[in-house]
């Protein structure tokens, strides 16, 4: 199941999304400040609190970013070998495979805002926030990318799904990746170009009417433990 916003009554449902994004900033903060076997404990507790708060499952979560592990893997395995005696470096290994982890606590609090935000909603809050034709761009940026990204994902699923019907999970892995990154990137050009053209006909504009924000009681405990985590990436 793709990542994407489903209506609910979860807290994190309940949260003004500047909230939400504020604490998707300090805990990032935290997670680059602290990358730390102490450090990362604390913070995979919080990662999992966040995803209790939104009602994603860990376990989803992790299927729908499992595109980048083989890169979150591979840096530890290639800091950790030297052209040379010793041949392998454990220390530096063990550093970096801390570091990709540390992304994969990012994503996860990602996915609990992916989940329980509206595109419309995350727009407004980014233009309220960042003033300005900045904020403007910015905001319809992201609302594109919330909306687009999803699509393209379920377009690859069904060019995979369709050439394992074929047989074609039985090609070469080279072959298969070729054939799933040439089809995909071609249905994104066509959807581009339909994206596009169902942004003339509806008359885009660069100042909709945005949903209102508002904070409630609901966000200050989220608010001071934002602040939290920002004074513990500081100090």
């Given at each position: 199941?793709?990542?994407?916003?489903?209506?609910?009554?979860?807290?994190?449902?309940?949260?003004?999304?500047?909230?939400?994004?504020?604490?998707?900033?300090?805990?990032?903060?935290?997670?680059?400040?602290?990358?730390?076997?102490?450090?990362?404990?604390?913070?995979?507790?919080?990662?999992?609190?966040?995803?209790?708060?939104?009602?994603?499952?860990?376990?989803?979560?992790?299927?729908?970013?499992?595109?980048?592990?083989?890169?979150?893997?591979?840096?530890?395995?290639?800091?950790?070998?030297?052209?040379?005696?010793?041949?392998?470096?454990?220390?530096?290994?063990?550093?970096?495979?801390?570091?990709?982890?540390?992304?994969?606590?990012?994503?996860?609090?990602?996915?609990?805002?992916?989940?329980?935000?509206?595109?419309?909603?995350?727009?407004?809050?980014?233009?309220?926030?960042?003033?300005?034709?900045?904020?403007?761009?910015?905001?319809?940026?992201?609302?594109?990318?919330?909306?687009?990204?999803?699509?393209?994902?379920?377009d690859l699923r069904r060019i995979r799904d369709a050439?394992?019907?074929?047989?074609?999970?039985?090609?070469?892995?080279?072959?298969?990746?070729?054939?799933?990154?040439?089809?995909?990137?071609?249905?994104?050009?066509?959807?581009?170009?339909?994206?596009a053209l169902a942004l003339r006909a509806r008359c885009?504009?660069?100042?909709?009417?945005?949903?209102?924000?508002?904070?409630?009681?609901?966000?200050?405990?989220?608010?001071?433990?934002?602040?939290?985590?920002?004074?513990?990436?500081?100090?």
């Amino acid at each position: 199941m793709t990542l994407s916003y489903r209506p609910g009554d979860s807290l994190a449902h309940r949260l003004d999304p500047r909230t939400k994004l504020g604490f998707q900033v300090a805990f990032a903060a935290a997670a680059f400040a602290h990358t730390t076997p102490q450090g990362l404990v604390a913070l995979t507790v919080v990662a999992f609190v966040v995803l209790r708060a939104s009602g994603v499952a860990a376990r989803e979560a992790l299927v729908e970013y499992r595109f980048v592990f083989p890169f979150l893997l591979a840096g530890p395995l290639i800091s950790s070998l030297t052209l040379g005696a010793p041949w392998v470096r454990w220390e530096a290994g063990v550093e970096s495979l801390l570091a990709s982890y540390r992304v994969v606590l990012v994503l996860l609090v990602s996915a609990a805002y992916l989940r329980t935000t509206p595109v419309r909603d995350s727009r407004a809050a980014i233009q309220r926030v960042v003033p300005g034709k900045a904020g403007r761009l910015l905001g319809t940026g992201v609302g594109f990318v919330f909306r687009f990204l999803p699509v393209l994902q379920a377009d690859l699923r069904r060019i995979r799904d369709a050439s394992a019907a074929r047989l074609g999970d039985q090609r070469g892995l080279v072959e298969r990746m070729k054939l799933v990154g040439v089809s995909g990137l071609a249905r994104a050009l066509s959807r581009a170009d339909r994206f596009a053209l169902a942004l003339r006909a509806r008359c885009f504009a660069w100042n909709p009417t945005l949903p209102p924000l508002s904070f409630s009681r609901a966000d200050v405990p989220v608010v001071v433990g934002s602040a939290g985590l920002l004074l513990w990436a500081v100090l």
